[in-house]
């Protein structure tokens, strides 16, 4: 992967969003990632047969298939086991997350690095907010007592990057690049944007079950376009573009 073309960069900026394909060696970068969550998942599994919340490890099944039974056999979800930043409130010291080396090499390999270089200049920070989601699928996904999915296996719902952090991030020109560890695509639950919305102002988000997010009266959801992307591929996005998840209808992870 090299620096994004001027094509491309026009297109970013008159859209709010652009896929670049090939930004990861699936070999050497993703799959490392993908081996090294199987062991998260491992040592979760255990903890949670220890404490009698499950029944089995499931170690005979791949990991798709084995948090997709444990998180049904638990009927709860451990998302912060899988993501490298902490959360924003009741740290303790032993709240679970991840940050192996697998990971980091993603985040600093050479070609996510041009990208950043070509949308903020050579001085290119990570910010705190590093997420992992592993949607299960929805038919089988735990639900809390109202019936509703749980947060972390839900629909990500309508939101601007920049409208669910510090406001001193407003004036900085801060980059989401949101990559699969499988191809995402419309049955699975890929991304869907609004394109052009970027060029507005920041909206109003309001906490809901599901997630801050953003009243559909405040922008045109019909102009939605789902953004299905393959493995090495990534989705660039602005701050203020408008962007949610579509539901995982398929009989697999979307991760």
Known sequence: MSFLTKSQKDSFQKNGYLVVQDIFDSENIIDPIIDEYAIVLDNLAHKLLGDGVISSVYSDLE???RVTKIYSDSQATYSQYFDFSLPQNGIEADTPFWAGPAVFRALTAKGILDIAESIVGEEVYSNPVQHVRVKTPESISPRNEKGNLINDVAIT???????VINTEADNTNLLTVWFPLMDANVENGCLQVIPGSHKG???THCPQDSGTQIPEKLFNSNEAIPVPIKKGDALLLTKKTVHSSLPNISNRIRW
């Open 201 to 203: 102002d920041i909206l």
């Open 157 to 163: 719902p309508w939101h601007q990057d920049s409208g």
């Open 63 to 65: 990991f798709g298939d």
